[in-house]
């Protein structure tokens, strides 16, 4: 799938959810349902020059990046599987990380980044609104939302973000 070259990306499904993060497990023993279509990096994104971000993550993430130069983030060759995550009032709590080249990490420190997400195999969603944060890491300078997903499933994950563009 070829993400939208505005704002927003949407990433079909993973189980139990469905967005980039370094903190999920490599090994993922977990059963994936047929019915659950993994999205898979098959055509990797290269991040713009001018952004300072690697080339490629790490790789021991064994993950590639996907999406626009206006909105990217990064996802498992595999395809994204969340397991073990802790529990709280809103849900599955799990943080991800998203990068733009309209992202100002050194004037952002509360990007107006939202995700929401649709399960695919019941009537679950759920929204996460802004504010983001930012971080930093050996992958680069991003945003980052923590999301609480209702519960386990196959889950289409939206990202959407507000950006002041000055001239």
């Given at each position: 799938?070829s993400?939208?070259?505005?704002?927003?990306?949407?990433i079909?499904?993973?189980?139990?959810?469905?967005t980039p993060?370094?903190?999920?497990n490599?090994?993922?023993?977990h059963h994936v349902p047929s019915?659950?279509?993994?999205t898979?990096p098959?055509?990797?994104?290269?991040p713009p020059?001018?952004?300072?971000?690697p080339?490629?993550?790490?790789?021991?993430y064994d993950?590639?990046?996907?999406?626009t130069?206006?909105?990217w983030?990064m996802l498992?060759?595999?395809?994204?599987v969340?397991f073990?995550?802790?529990?709280?009032?809103d849900?599955?709590g799990?943080?991800t990380f998203?990068?733009s080249?309209d992202f100002d990490?050194n004037?952002?420190?509360?990007?107006?980044?939202?995700?929401?997400?649709?399960q695919?195999?019941?009537f679950?969603?759920?929204?996460s609104p802004a504010?983001g944060?930012n971080?930093?890491a050996?992958?680069?300078s991003?945003m980052l939302?923590?999301?609480?997903?209702p519960?386990?499933?196959?889950?289409?994950?939206?990202?959407?973000?507000?950006?002041w563009?000055s001239g």
């Open positions: 799938m993400p939208p070259a505005s704002g927003s990306l949407t079909p499904p993973a189980t139990p959810t469905s993060s370094p903190s999920a490599a090994a993922a023993p019915t659950c279509h993994l898979k098959t055509h990797p994104f290269v020059a001018e952004y300072h971000a080339a490629r993550p790490p790789a021991y993950a590639e990046w996907y999406g130069g206006r909105l983030t498992r060759r595999g395809g994204e969340w073990d995550l802790p529990r709280g009032a849900g599955l799990q943080k998203w990068w080249a990490v004037h952002e420190q509360q990007p107006a980044i939202s995700v929401t997400g649709r695919l195999d019941g679950g969603r759920f929204a504010p944060t971080a930093g050996d992958f680069g991003a939302i923590g999301v609480g997903v519960s386990t499933g196959c889950w289409e994950i939206t990202l959407s973000y507000v950006a563009i």
